[in-house]
């Protein structure tokens, strides 16, 4: 064999080497699976949002007027829905002054009705006094004795304080801004002092009194230092002072 041609067959035979020996291409890996999403847990339900205001009342995002003959029922109605936030509990209730205060009562007894041990209600007041005050049924006050005292704006917007049983009424005339709240509480004092065995007092104002008035004689309460009421009541029907005043 000439040497040349024993040349071209040894690099033919190289070449056959290195194509045998050549590394193939590692394969792709495969692609990692993606996890499943876990689902998010649903945000726990909570209670629905109070108001009463010159419409009527807001629960959640349901309104109901209290102008109709059948608004305690679907007061109650609605609230029933959501009956597992208030049973046994202390209802927060922003108030406007210038509702019926027939509203806030109509309200506070729906709210017993399913089961609220009272209403904690709001209300923008004069700023010595406490900007909120807690309100039971009249359910829960129907057992308090016949002293228990009860406390009224009139219609000129003086005051009238008297027994629950009935009986002559200490009355205030009206001061230089709204009802005589100082003197007032000197009369709530006196019958309170008579009446040792109860602990709830009653509230109401007469037809055209706003809710506001109501409310800042129930807050001017918790500011006397001789009579103290462990719970107050807001009477819905506007009662004749001095007479007795029977509860539903």
Known sequence: MSRARFFLVALAAACVACEKEAPRPAASAAPAETPAAVPSKPPEPTAPGLAVDKSGAM???????????????????????????????????????????????????????????????????????????????????KSAPACSVVMMILEDRGTAVWKLGGGVAGKRGKGMAGPDLTLT????????????????????????????????????????????????????EPPVAGRPVVLP
Request: proline share 4%; with cysteine.
């Open 59 to 141: 629960i959640g995002f349901e309104r109901v007027s209290l102008d109709s003959r059948d608004a305690p029922q679907k007061l109650r109605t609605e609230l029933e829905r959501h009956k597992r936030f208030f049973e046994g509990q202390e209802a927060k209730l922003p108030v406007e002054r210038k509702v019926k205060p027939a509203w806030v009562s109509m309200v506070v007894e729906a709210l017993g009705a399913v089961g609220a041990a009272r209403a904690l209600v709001r209300t923008e007041t004069r700023a010595d006094f406490p900007g909120e005050v807690g309100f039971v049924p009249l359910a829960k006050a």
């Open 185 to 236: 509480g000197e009369t709530v004092e006196r019958y309170a002092k008579g009446c040792s065995a109860s602990t709830v007092g009653f509230v109401a104002g007469a037809d055209g009194v706003e809710w506001g008035l109501v409310f800042d004689l129930a807050a001017s309460t918790r500011r006397l230092p001789k009579a103290y009421f462990t719970d107050l009541a807001v009477l819905g």
